[in-house]
């Protein structure tokens, strides 16, 4: 029986470890400047980074920021491998029906992924493993496959079933994390705040970071 040809990457693809690829999952809550500003890092740190955006998001974005995200996925990756100045392959741009995406699968699960900015509404669905489409889909198979995944849930105040939901998340192994900026930097501008967030979140990755010094440096 003849041994299958092993594949290789082709010429110019770059081999990172698992380690270094990271889906981020943006969604329908104020606060996309996290999750962009997210992207930029992860890109300037040679990461791999799968994309997804929900349609809340393409309104959010369109609302609080100057961006221009077109809707077409392979319009949306050329439009960020531009916009972050990123090599071809450091970003994988998915729709939300994309169910051959390999964060779809197990067998493709994501190492690391953060949903950034979440939704109350997305952070429910994938409390009670809705998966209606590939964000949702992403983040159940990174919990059933005991992978790092962080939730960046901006809304508020919570009533009773979003604690829980939370509860819930945590004991299945998130990280919920709140986009709850501090101010003991003193910060100067609304980037300087986003960035407070985005440290965090590039710590709890871990990633080096040079965003924010650690607390007593």
Known sequence: MTAPTPSFPSFGQQIISSEQRVTVALTGASGVQYGIRLIDCLV???CEVSVMVSKAAQVVIATETQETFPSASDKLQAYLIDRFNAKPWQI????????????ASGS????K????????????????????NLIERAADVALKERRQLIL????????????????????MGALVMPASPGFYH???TIEDMVDFIVA???????FEQ??????GE
């Not at 960046?152 to 004991?171: D, G, I």
């Not at 965090?200 to 871990?206: A, E, K, P, V």
């Open 210 to 215: 040079n965003l924010m010094p650690k607390w």
């Open 113 to 132: 992924m953060v949903v950034c900015p979440c939704s109350t509404g997305t952070l429910s669905a994938i409390a009670t493993a809705a998966s209606n």
């Open 44 to 46: 300037a740190l040679g």
């Open 152 to 171: 960046v849930h901006r809304e508020a105040p919570y009533h009773e079933v979003h604690l829980q939901h939370m509860l819930t998340l945590t004991r």
């Open 200 to 206: 965090r979140i590039l710590d709890q990755l871990g």
């Open 92 to 103: 994988k741009v998915y729709g939300r029906e994309n169910w051959m995406a390999p964060v």
């Open 108 to 111: 493709g699960a994501p190492h």
């Open 186 to 188: 003193n910060p100067k």
